[in-house]
């Protein structure tokens, strides 16, 4: 089949948006627009054919999108649509089609980008562009059609007289041409606008003068026309991404209770028949297994968690990995780079960082474990403390298999308690601990018999 090279314009200030942030660097749906756009022609063309035109904060966006194979062009001169496309006409495939995209454009689909491909790939047009019709068109181009349903011009709004002010198919500004048609013809655009640049709505006149076709592709649904140009669209289009995440997952088997309130990313996968409940955030990369359970208001950052795990309400997760048959929270924090064994119980007001709970080990309540290792089946018990920042670094404590800290434990590390030992409640602990052993760290009990009543009786 003809290659299919995607360029992306992504060069404007977007002044609109009142941010000392590109643009296209804004997020919704949990990606920057640009990532959208980029991943939407991924699916249809290898990512070696995807141009990008970049030019304010170029270098942001070329970090963002550093992980990818995308190729970019630079726009040292905002001199419009025209001239952007001008500039990629060496990175064309003379011999297959391309599509222009925007940045700001999030929200087309796959399937409509692979119509539009296909429409102009099937059809003797030299050019086909995406329309819709709007009940208010205000603000946008008109689409004027000539007597066999080809686009005879765009005119835009202020230059439009009263009758193509009635028109309500609008220009979206997406096209899909042949390649070797549009690098031919980009040149004869002129700035001859008040603007003084170079306009790429030009285009179609100067093929159809040219004596060639341009097709239309309306599409239903003008939501995915959206562009972002303010905050208050593109809260619009987060919504639309949320909306389209959470219908996805419901149809795949996963129950979402209230879908409205949660939030879901973009690239978040949800195995079936697990229940997410009202206001819980589920972010990043975050991979969830089958018949886990999310609890209402929880946050799942980046995430792996395999079947069947419960976490309670008002539990925060982040980067970290949780096998199966485990239960998180409520009120429970893993705060970084965790991973916690199959049937692992992990507690209210619980909080690991860097930790590591063996398969079935249980801190059911208020604990702090942080650097640490700890073994299978051991128990740890409420108000226990891993004691891992001397000041100046992080040390690491080390709990065997089966072990049993008692409550309010302190563990000061480096410190390696063996298999099965016992810590007595309230101990303070600063050396090894064998394997088998009982240690106790504390001072002994002494009871000051009347001691109270004297007190009270002092004047």
Not at 319 to 336: E, Q, W, Y
Not at 378 to 391: F, H, L, Q, V
Not at 410 to 423: F, H, K, M, Q, S
Request: glycine share 8%; aromatic share 4%; hydrophobic share 40%.
């Amino acid at each position: 089949m003809d290659s299919v090279t995607v360029v992306i314009l992504a060069a404007g200030l977007g002044t609109r948006m009142r941010s000392r942030r590109a643009k296209v660097l804004h997020r919704a749906g949990g990606l920057t627009l640009i990532e959208h756009v980029v991943n939407t022609a991924a699916a249809l063309t290898p990512e070696e054919n995807i141009v990008i035109v970049v030019g304010h904060q170029a270098e942001q966006v070329r970090a963002a999108l550093a992980h990818r194979r995308v190729r970019f062009v630079e726009q040292t001169e905002q001199k419009g649509t025209g001239h952007a496309v001008m500039l990629c006409k060496t990175a064309i495939d003379p011999s297959g089609v391309v599509a222009i995209l925007y940045g700001d454009c999030p929200l087309l689909s796959v399937a409509t980008l692979r119509s539009l491909i296909d429409k102009q790939r099937d059809s003797d047009a030299s050019a086909t562009l995406i329309t819709t019709t709007l009940d208010d068109p205000t603000g946008y181009g008109r689409i004027i059609l000539d007597d066999y349903g080809f686009v005879r011009s765009i005119v835009e709004q202020k230059a439009a007289n009263p009758e193509q002010l009635e028109v309500h198919v609008i220009n979206s500004g997406m096209y899909c041409f042949r390649a070797d048609l549009l690098r031919r013809h980009i040149g004869e655009i002129r700035p001859d606008n008040p603007a003084r640049e170079y306009y790429l709505t030009d285009i179609v006149e100067i093929l159809n003068r040219a004596g060639h076709k341009v097709a239309p592709l309306e599409i239903a649904d003008s939501t995915e026309l959206l562009g972002i140009n303010t905050r208050i669209e593109l809260a619009a289009a987060d919504r639309i991404f949320r909306d389209r995440k959470t219908g996805e997952l419901m149809l795949s088997g996963v129950t979402i209770e209230k879908p409205e309130t949660v939030t879901i990313d973009a690239q978040v996968e949800i195995g079936m028949d697990t229940v997410v409940q009202p206001f819980a955030r589920i972010l990043g990369n975050t991979r969830i297994g089958e018949d886990c359970t999310v609890g209402a208001c929880s946050v799942i950052d980046n995430c792996v968690i395999a079947d069947r795990v419960a976490i309670a309400p008002f539990t925060m997760a982040a980067h970290s990995r949780i096998d199966a048959d485990a239960s998180i929270g409520p009120f429970a924090r893993l705060r970084l780079d965790n991973e916690v064994g199959a049937g692992a119980h992990i507690g209210n007001f619980v909080e690991l960082k860097k930790t590591r709970m063996g398969p079935g080990a249980k801190a059911n309540h208020l604990a702090y474990l942080g650097d640490s290792e700890i073994g299978e089946k051991s128990n740890i018990g409420a108000g226990t403390i891993t004691c891992n920042y001397d000041g100046a670094n992080k040390h690491q404590t080390n709990i065997g298999r089966g072990a049993f800290i008692g409550s309010n434990s302190t563990l000061v590390a480096p410190i390696e308690i063996g298999d099965r030992a016992y810590i007595a409640a309230g101990s303070v602990i600063t050396d090894p601990v064998p394997a088998d052993a009982l240690a106790l760290g504390r001072s002994r009990q002494v009871n000051k018999e009347g001691w109270a009543k004297r007190r009270k009786a002092r004047p």
